[in-house]
């Protein structure tokens, strides 16, 4: 079996702390990057910068399942306010904890998700638990691996496993009328080898290579969210 080599990089979240590094309460200036966790609809990732040991700037962008970002022509208007409205209630409050935006629960929850988890960068912390999203690059296909990968204690515990497949220009999931079943096996299997390998560096699925592949690549995308 041909053997995927994919390095795993160390990022964070806040759910728990590592004996790497312990959030102590004091924020080191600089600029971080905070991710939510993720569902089926996406997280938010924000770019926090600290001056003075406060909150000076934060950008949000909020990505959906597919691995793009929401942007101006996403047609909900409450959602522009809240991109717009949130990062003034971060600034003013100097703490993730702040007052949702009416009809942008989702949003503003997970932007106050993602926050936090930069703030804890600031204050030492290294490594979190939760569920993060990953995806690959598009392949010369125009497919793309996805891949939400839950974290626990530094060990992956669960990972699912889904592919985009371009259809006319829409990017579109395989579902069960796909017709190679060997691709079904290996989105079925797949997830046991990066659970029990505790890695992305896992052996490809016989017959399923560039799903292996860009599967890889996305728990990889996923793991750097988290920090192993």
Do not use: C
């Amino acid at each position: 079996m041909k053997k995927l080599f994919v390095a795993v990089l160390a990022l964070a979240f806040v759910v728990s702390f590592s004996a790497a590094g312990m959030a102590d309460g004091h924020l080191e200036d600089g600029d971080y990057v905070g991710f939510s966790e993720a569902n089926d609809r996406g997280y938010v990732e924000a770019h926090v910068t600290v001056e003075g040991h406060e909150i000076i700037s934060v950008e949000l962008i909020e990505i959906i399942d597919t691995g793009e970002a929401k942007g101006e022509d996403y047609g909900y208007d409450t959602w522009h306010e809240a991109i717009e409205v949130l990062p003034e209630r971060f600034v003013e409050a100097n703490s993730a904890d702040i007052d949702v935006v009416s009809g942008a629960t989702s949003t503003s929850e997970k932007s106050m998700e993602a926050v936090e988890m930069a703030l804890a960068k600031a204050e030492g912390q290294e490594v979190f638990d939760g569920t993060f999203l990953g995806y690959s690059e598009f392949s010369d296909r125009g497919g793309r691996g996805l891949a939400w990968v839950t974290v626990e204690a530094g060990e992956i515990v669960d990972v699912r496993l889904e592919e985009l497949q371009d259809d006319d220009g829409e990017l579109v999931y395989k579902d069960s009328d796909y017709s190679y079943d060997v691709y079904h096996d290996a989105q079925e299997e797949m997830p046991s080898r990066f659970v029990e390998a505790n890695s992305a560096d896992v052996d490809v699925f016989s017959g399923a290579t560039s799903s292996s592949g860009m599967w890889s690549e996305a728990v990889t995308n996923a793991l750097n969210k988290a920090g192993l």
